[in-house]
């Protein structure tokens, strides 16, 4: 079956420094990759989106990279900031409408 | 405003009861999606629909109901014969994945307690 597996455990960092957060997924071949935040309570909110002909992607503070050999992507956040403290997660689309996300993981961001 | 409106945001059922949760969107979307989310997992898609008319079942679709008869509306019922009702549910909506945008915009979502 269809898995995509987040590091569910929280991941703390030193503000200023770059997080990197990682995707990986098995028994899938998505035409698409997406990275939301979600803040406690609230609906998700779309980052970005790589296709699979793509290798790398930015906007602004944030970089993400799809290795579809691998079946692995990363999301960087640099330079981070405490408010850029919430739970990041990772979507999967085929070609067809339907997104499967991961369970997310939750970064904190230390003064 | 654009966006996607989800009524009520929070709501109170006894067991053995059915409850309808909103989800109206004013973006032009064609494909609309409804998830639940329990404490410390991800988002799990119950169902979703491509157009007007039309909607398939997600990962855990089993004692919920949709509709799909307006393009901006795609109501959740939460049958009895779901089991553990309790939860927050998302509604999102997207463009179709073949104008290669795909983002999905969610609402704000409903949080459903079984008492």
């Known amino acids: 079956s269809q898995k995509i597996e987040q590091n569910s455990e929280a991941l703390n960092i030193q503000e200023g420094k770059t997080a990197t957060l990682t995707c990986n997924y098995t028994?899938?071949?998505?035409?698409?990759l997406q990275w939301y935040r979600q803040d406690p309570g609230r609906g998700p909110v779309f980052l970005l989106l790589?296709?699979?002909?793509?290798k790398e992607k930015r906007k602004e503070r944030l970089k993400v990279t799809f290795d579809t050999t691998l079946k692995q992507s990363l999301f960087h956040i640099t330079a981070a900031q405490p408010a850029d403290s919430a739970t990041y997660l990772c979507?999967?689309?085929?070609?067809?409408?339907?997104?499967?996300f991961g369970i997310g993981t939750k970064l904190q961001v230390i003064p | 405003d654009g966006g996607i409106t989800q009524s009520p945001k929070y709501l109170f059922r006894k067991e053995g009861q059915n409850v309808t949760l909103s989800c109206e969107q004013n973006?032009?979307?064609?494909?609309m999606y409804w998830y639940r989310q329990d404490p410390g997992q991800g988002l799990r898609l119950i169902y979703y629909s491509q157009i007007v008319n039309d909607f398939q079942k997600g990962d855990i679709a089993e004692g919920y109901s949709v509709s799909r008869e307006k393009k901006e509306s795609f109501p959740l019922t939460v049958t009895s014969a779901q089991k553990n009702p309790t939860a927050f549910y998302l509604c999102a909506s997207s463009r179709p994945v073949t104008t290669n945008t795909g983002e999905l915009f969610f609402g704000e979502g409903s949080r459903l307690t079984v008492l």
């Open positions: 973006l032009n979307h064609d494909a």
């Open positions: 979507a999967l689309q085929g070609s067809y409408q339907k997104v499967t």
């Open positions: 028994n899938y071949s998505p035409a698409y």
């Open positions: 790589i296709r699979e002909n793509e």
